[in-house]
């Protein structure tokens, strides 16, 4: 008879699972033995367990299969907690296995014992602890069921002696694959929605991660209504390539040109996205909205008739349904709206004359450039994920993964480590904040050790970039945020990775190649524009009070230094072009 761990590994491996995220400890002994012994699967050794949830989180993201992390107990598990509400709030399926204490003495305030069931609730779809191994095998395989077909968070607890037990008959091992489902809206709600759409005469569509594997009907949407489309950021890497219709982004790191195709349509159709930002919703519009989870429906705007099902399966289904229009003038207007803003956008991306500190949106440009067609790029929240999403471009086959829904810092480092581990003959390319990077340094740790050939380029501002933002706009003098860093590249190079500083523009193409063509990990640490700001597409009142504010604060507590530097870098360069 196996033991639970061997169990464990069994049902694993059946269900496609390749590798397991986490650190050792003496209560996962009995599941690290087992995975030890058996050929099929691999151990990650991450040096942060919030790590291990984030590298699974971004496995989970980029192949739609079920992973797994692992912690032991106590704050093994609890050093999961923040990864796996990013995993859970991505909907990506994700099993977290957290071991527990002894189980006789649970509830007597033993060594490191917490009520990881409890801790693990707001952040799963499923979280039950194991009492025996004759109980574990059945709730292993429902946490199993849960996270793939919710397509979230499951945590199964064990005590650690529970894995070294035998189970009581000769099992076999769990199997579980997502089921085929096909969900859409029914027939009336189909004519309802095209009722809608056909009267429509400025119909614009705001389209998310639920664009994912509908992108040709989406397209075939679009000319038939001669409806902009403007993506959310969780949709750009589905929804902006080979669209002729496509008029950017919205939101705090969009375009001005997609928040005026929404701002004018009288017809807002929302397809697979909670996009939160309900200032960027239309005034009197008519919207449609139709996502997956019923239950997400009007939580942002006002929704004139909710649709529950899949873009892949709607779509089809209501193309037949619409009348195609004839007039262009709300798509034309928009189009030439985003190709001005383009242009502006791009006409920032360049080497101002070899100045220094480098602009960071021709970094992120030159990124992008160099990188591969089917490159993964990860993302840092903050000032990363600004230049990624208004610079990067995407063809189908390239990939982004980001802390879109969650905001935690640091992400784009573990998420670099989880996307190689699932397949190392990809080009991988983190784009690191200086904050990001060092508040998760040891995980450069973990790709000299797993011999993970990821492309790290730091961004370094000497800041919390995005933070100082935030202050500004808010009217506050930026405090508490300066960064006092090492040469980020020679603690790399210390570390063993292949390592290049650059501080003038014009050294950037070749540190970027070098690091590219480099068979191992390597990190390109780029000195840049501290005072670079990342423009929303419109600026509110409050904001604009704030921005003034800040001005005359900092003028007042004698840092017009400050305000001199936001002025060259910003107003000026942006005058001149």
Request: with cysteine.
């Amino acid at each position: 008879m196996p033991t639970f761990a061997e169990h464990v590994i069994s049902s694993l491996t059946a269900s496609g699972v390749r590798r397991l995220y986490g650190l050792p400890g003496d209560s996962l002994n009995g599941l690290t033995d087992a995975i030890r012994r058996d050929e099929d699967v691999d151990w990650v050794h991450v040096r942060h367990e919030e790590s291990a949830a984030l590298a699974a989180a971004a496995e989970a993201g980029l192949t739609g299969e079920l992973t797994v992390c692992v912690g032991s107990c106590g704050p093994g598990n609890l050093h999961l907690v923040n990864g796996l509400f990013d995993a859970q709030r991505s909907r990506v399926p994700v099993l977290a296995i957290a071991a527990q204490i002894p189980g006789a003495e649970i509830g007597s305030g033993y060594f490191q014992e917490t009520r990881p069931q409890e801790l693990f609730a707001d952040c799963s779809v499923y979280a039950e602890v194991v009492t025996s191994a004759e109980n574990g095998p059945r709730i292993l395989e429902m946490a199993m069921r849960a996270a793939v077909e919710r397509k979230g968070v499951a945590v199964v607890v064990v005590p650690g002696e529970i894995f070294l037990a035998k189970t009581p008959r000769d099992l076999p091992p769990a199997v579980v694959r997502p089921s085929g489902t096909v969900v859409r809206p029914d027939d009336q709600a189909l004519h309802q929605a095209a009722e809608l759409l056909n009267a429509g005469r400025r119909v614009t569509i705001l389209a998310g991660a639920g664009a994912a594997g509908a992108h040709d009907d989406l397209i075939a949407l679009a000319e038939t209504l001669k409806a902009p489309v403007v993506h959310a950021l969780r949709g750009k890497e589905y929804v902006e390539h080979d669209n002729p219709y496509d008029v950017g982004m919205t939101g705090l790191l969009g375009f001005a040109s997609g928040y005026k195709a929404i701002e004018e349509a009288d017809t807002l159709l929302m397809l697979g996205t909670d996009f939160p930002y309900r200032q960027f919703y239309p005034r009197g519009a008519k919207v449609v909205q139709l996502d997956i989870r019923g239950e997400q429906i009007g939580r942002r705007t006002r929704v004139d008739l909710p649709l529950v099902g899949s873009m892949r399966d709607t779509l089809p289904a209501l193309l037949p349904l619409l009348t195609v229009k004839s007039g262009r003038d709300h798509l034309d207007q928009a189009l030439a709206h985003y190709a001005r803003t383009r242009r502006k956008l791009d006409a920032l991306a360049v080497n101002d004359r070899e100045r220094t500190p480098i602009h960071p949106q021709f970094v992120a440009s030159t990124i992008d450039r160099l990188a591969d067609r089917d490159a993964v790029f990860t993302v840092d929240v903050g000032s990363p994920v600004v230049w990624a999403a208004r610079y990067l471009t995407f063809n189908g086959r390239r990939r982004l993964i980001g802390s879109f829904n969650h905001g935690t810092m640091a992400c784009a480092l573990p998420f670099a480590v989880g996307a190689q581990a699932a397949d190392p003959g990809r080009q991988v390319v983190s784009l690191s904040g200086d904050g990001g990077l060092t508040m998760l340094l040891g995980e450069l740790f973990t790709l000299r050790q797993n011999r993970l050939p990821a492309k790290i380029v730091v961004f370094n501002n000497g800041s919390l970039n995005f933070v100082e933002l935030e202050m500004k706009a808010a009217g506050i003098v930026t405090y508490a945020t300066e960064l006092d860093n090492p040469q980020l590249a020679e603690v790399a190079a210390a570390i063993g990775l292949w390592a290049r500083r650059v501080e003038r523009p014009g050294d950037l193409e070749d540190a970027l190649k070098g690091a590219f063509a480099h068979d191992g990990p390597a990190l390109v640490e780029v000195m840049t524009a501290r005072q670079e700001l990342s423009v929303p597409p419109a600026i509110t009142v409050e904001q604009a009070k704030g921005f003034t504010l800040y001005a005359i604060r900092t003028v007042l507590s004698g840092r017009g230094e400050e305000l001199l530097d936001l002025i060259t870098t910003n107003v000026a360069r942006r005058i001149l072009h």
